[in-house]
């Protein structure tokens, strides 16, 4: 049944964590103009009930990793590092001019690249310019992505003193084979290092992230890497998809061959492998592809019903205002979207300028909004309605009909005005997701956009 059920459901298809996905980006109704108004209509109707979240986009590495998709510079050259900050706080500058009142920051997200590339005095540096003209939220999380072979105990440290309380190492796969494949050598030492001085420090939410799906990877791998994973018990766990789109052009995924990689049927059966090992001590899967101790902000947030998808993934509370600075970081008002420019020279020659970095985005209508909504029920509590007027649509019935064939495979329940999605169907979440867009079904893409769904 399973194999069965991963042949006909791996398709292409978008990741959700953003409706519309950003290759339907409508560019005719974006302007810079129009992005400002939308940001500054939405920062008046929520600062003050639920603040902002910042993401911090620090786009160097010193060696490329072939797995990552990621925008990133590779560089040795650690003179990078303060003109990249001056910049990001100019850029934080820009925003805070088009609002009447100091920003709330609810969440902070450093990301890259890698943020820990940075010395632990700039990044200090960076998160001091940003609070310097904001106010913190009563119960802020502030979280950064560490790599376990250079996170020190100064980094730890610095961003602790500063209110981070929150990292997440990537940890990929501990076999040597996978890790040469992917250019990303580290030994299960140096995350255990890493793991352990967070915790001595006081971070309160230590996360790994585990990929399946890799070149050479074989169950065997999975099973040892979670093996290895259940001895340090991070607080969380991202446990995903190698999502591989070389086609992306200036993306890393050029050090193997596609014959390299796992099969679908492979990939399905190491990650339930995955998921019945961290089972056994005490992690719950929390939306897709994540898990969760049940002390975790992220298993709470669960269960309250207030569990978030945005662009930097799952999230344990929402704001309906994002900012995102940095090369190629991507901004959401609610109303719309905004993408900077991707080069490190485009964003300084145009902050140079005082202008914001933007270079494409999205204003969404009100069909946009409503869809949105739907796939964010599917992708935060696998079920949806459209009890609500305000969530009917008109495609309704389509999408029932695309939707009728996964509830005949048991993948989910159809009722009057409600769809909930199966234990079983939740692997399958993004493709009943694509029943419900809009976009997506009046214009298939003419040559693959999208990673695998399976």
Request: hydrophobic share 35%.
């Amino acid at each position: 049944m399973l194999k069965s059920l991963v042949n006909k459901y791996n398709i292409a298809g978008p990741r959700y964590t953003s409706y519309p996905t950003v290759p339907y980006w409508d560019q005719t109704t974006f302007s810079l103009e129009n992005w400002k108004n939308s940001l500054i209509k939405s920062f008046g109707e929520s600062n003050a009930e639920e603040g902002i979240s910042l993401y911090i986009h620090l786009p160097f590495c010193e060696s490329l990793c072939t797995f990552c998709g990621c925008n990133k510079r590779i560089t040795k050259q650690h003179s990078v590092e303060s003109p990249y900050i001056n910049a990001v706080i100019k850029e934080w500058k820009l925003y805070l001019s088009l609002f009447d009142e100091k920003p709330i920051i609810k969440e902070l997200h450093l990301g890259g690249g890698t943020p820990t590339f940075f010395s632990p005095q700039n990044l200090k540096q960076l998160i001091s310019g940003i609070l310097n003209h904001a106010v913190l939220a009563e119960n802020y999380e502030f979280s950064f992505e560490g790599h376990p072979n250079n996170t020190t105990r100064e980094h730890l440290q610095a961003l602790y003193d500063v209110g981070f309380r929150r990292v997440s190492y990537g940890v990929q796969d501990y076999n040597e084979t996978v890790q040469k494949a992917i250019h990303r050598i580290q030994p299960f030492e140096n995350v255990k290092k890493a793991t352990e001085t967070s915790r001595e420090i006081g971070y309160t939410s230590v996360g790994h992230d585990i990929i399946f799906g890799l070149p050479f990877q074989t169950l065997v791998h999975v099973r040892e890497t979670i093996l290895k994973t259940k001895e340090l018990l991070p607080d969380r766990l991202a446990f995903y998809s190698y999502a591989h789109v070389p086609w992306i052009k200036g993306n890393g995924q050029r050090g193997f061959n596609d014959d390299d990689l796992p099969s679908a049927k492979l990939k399905r059966e190491q990650y339930e492998t995955g998921k019945e090992l961290l089972a056994e001590v005490g992690y719950t899967e929390v939306g897709m592809d994540h898990f969760a101790l049940k002390k975790d902000s992220l298993y709470q947030s669960m269960v309250n019903g207030k569990l978030h998808r945005n662009f930097m993934g799952y999230t344990a509370s929402k704001t309906q205002a994002m900012i995102g600075l940095g090369v190629s970081a991507i901004s959401d008002s609610w109303y719309g979207f905004a993408q900077n420019v991707k080069t490190i020279e485009d964003y300084y020659q145009l902050l140079d300028k005082n202008t914001l970095p933007v270079y494409r985005g999205h204003i969404l209508n009100e069909e946009d909004l409503i869809i949105r909504k739907h796939i964010l029920n599917l992708m935060c509590q696998f079920k949806t309605s459209w009890g609500d007027e305000h969530l009917w649509f008109k495609e309704i019935p389509d999408a029932l009909i695309k939707l009728k064939e996964m509830e005949k495979d048991g993948l989910l329940n159809i009722n009057a005005s409600a769809i909930e999605v199966t234990k079983q169907g939740q692997p399958y979440v993004r493709n009943i997701c694509m029943a419900f867009d809009l976009l997506l079904q009046r214009k298939q893409p003419d040559t693959q956009l999208f990673s695998m769904t399976v």
